[in-house]
């Protein structure tokens, strides 16, 4: 695809490598790649540990003529997202960086139109990414659709309401730590809206640090009464204790696939020995933790952040996957100026497991924008407030509030994996 101004070229390349060497392409993508994002010269290693788990992700570079380098890129690979009732296919994008001599000339623009092109032509029904700034991917389509929160425990003042444990605590060996916790991670997921399996990327910097933070990780496991493996947590030492007596512990991961589970995860790390603060910058909205203790002030909750992005680039499969809380008929007009999302669609959820989406020529119930359709979808923002805003046309009275009750998610949309 050429860009807007005709100079440059979006390519795609298949990373490739033998003997855990990458090919020249690969490697130099990964360095222009670090440098827009101020990441330092990566050296040979991490170069080589980079690419390793970026097997079967689609590159894209902008390369000047006579330039090996790419001046923009962009990562991308076939995720799987939970949503109510279900999961959807999505194109999980990041790495858009860009040279910062080439800015503000429509190269981060090429590179991700390429992508949700090709990702629409791969019939792929929702793209999503997590942004480094509010305001750049709505113009896009994408709107925001999960966040996270920081909580943090004084672990001196956390005491369970709850007796001990009937399971089993274990240490997770590193090596062996994502294909153990991958199928635990699966099914706790489907309890949240918005939470995505990891990639091979995204589990090795989960238990490594990744590039970025090469203090040591530990990784704890749950098994239930029966032996079933059914949940994991994984935490750092955020500040030792050897300063002031007391560490500040920060988890990067916590995943259970039952109430004992959390119950159990949260109270080992809140007991361990020489720490005072347990942190985790990255929890969901409606963390059920205060609930577990007898003093629930011993949990301090951090300001609302935001974290997924949701475009939707195929109305009736990306709808259609979802299931719906009650038997509801919605007309919704949706404007997208890129096509994907564009028409008047019937939502009837009278199956409550076959939803049908179909186009219309009925009047519409609510008119919207694709980046408005993308912070509905998993429930996660009432359409109230967007009409409010203005974000949101209700064309019949009172179909905000159905579309809300419709909507409805079981849980507080949360994807805790940035990418
Ligand atoms: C952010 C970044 C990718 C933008 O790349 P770019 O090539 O300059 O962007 P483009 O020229 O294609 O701009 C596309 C649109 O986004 C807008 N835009 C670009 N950067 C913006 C910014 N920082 N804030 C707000 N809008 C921005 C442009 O004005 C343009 O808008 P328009 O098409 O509606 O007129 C680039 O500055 C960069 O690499 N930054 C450091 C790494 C980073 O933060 N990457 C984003 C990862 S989520």
């Known amino acids: 695809m050429s860009t807007p101004a005709g100079r440059w070229q979006v390519h795609r390349l298949v990373p490739s490598g033998t003997e855990g060497a990458p090919d020249a392409d690969t490697a130099t993508w990964i360095r222009a790649m670090s440098a827009a994002f101020l990441g330092g010269r990566p050296t040979p290693e991490t170069i080589a540990a980079q690419a390793s788990m970026m097997a079967g992700h689609r590159l894209r570079g902008v390369y000047e003529p006579g330039d090996t380098a790419p001046v923009a890129t962009l990562r991308s690979w076939d995720a799987r997202m939970s949503v109510?009732?279900?999961e959807v296919a999505a194109d999980a994008v990041t790495s858009i960086g860009v040279r910062s001599t080439h800015r503000r000339r429509g190269l981060l623009r090429a590179v991700l139109v390429d992508d949700l092109a090709e990702a629409s032509r791969a019939g792929t029904p929702v793209a999503a990414l997590t942004s480094t700034q509010g305001s750049l991917y709505e113009r896009f389509g994408f709107g925001l659709a999960t966040w996270t929160r920081t909580v943090r425990v004084d672990t001196h003042a956390a005491t369970f309401r709850d007796p001990g444990p009937t399971g089993r605590l274990r240490t997770l060996d590193p090596a062996g730590f994502a294909a153990a916790s991958a199928p635990v991670q699966d099914r706790a997921r489907r309890r949240h809206p918005g939470s995505m399996d990891r990639s091979a990327a995204s589990w090795h910097a989960l238990i490594t640090g990744g590039v970025y933070d090469d203090s040591p990780r530990y990784a704890i496991g749950w098994s239930d009464a029966t032996g079933r493996p059914a949940g994991y947590v994984v935490y750092g030492v955020a500040e030792g204790w050897w300063s002031t007596g007391s560490a500040r512990i920060a988890v990067h991961d916590l995943q259970a696939t039952t109430p004992e589970s959390y119950r159990e995860l949260w109270r080992h790390v809140c007991s361990l020995d020489l720490v005072g603060t347990v942190s985790w910058s990255d929890a969901s909205v409606d963390e059920p933790l205060p609930w577990l203790l007898a003093d629930p002030r011993a949990v301090e909750s951090g300001p609302v952040r935001e974290m997924l992005w949701l475009r939707i680039l195929d109305v009736p499969a990306a709808l259609g996957a979802r299931r719906y809380p009650v038997t509801e008929q919605i007309v919704l007009a949706v404007d997208d100026p890129a096509g994907y999302a564009a028409g008047t669609w019937l939502l009837d959820a009278g199956d409550p497991v076959a939803p049908r989406?179909?186009?219309?020529?009925?009047?519409?119930?609510?008119?919207?924008?694709?980046?408005?359709?993308?912070?509905?979808?998993?429930?996660?923002?009432?359409?109230?407030?967007?009409?409010?805003?203005?974000?949101?046309?209700?064309?019949?009275?009172g179909a905000a509030g159905r579309l809300a009750r419709l909507l409805a998610a079981p849980s507080a949309p949360w994807n805790g994996t940035r990418f």
């Open 84 to 86: 109510p009732g279900g």
């Open 357 to 397: 989406v179909v186009t219309t020529t009925a009047e519409p119930d609510v008119a919207l924008d694709a980046a408005t359709l993308g912070s509905l979808y998993l429930g996660g923002v009432d359409p109230r407030v967007l009409a409010r805003a203005g974000r949101l046309e209700e064309r019949t009275p």
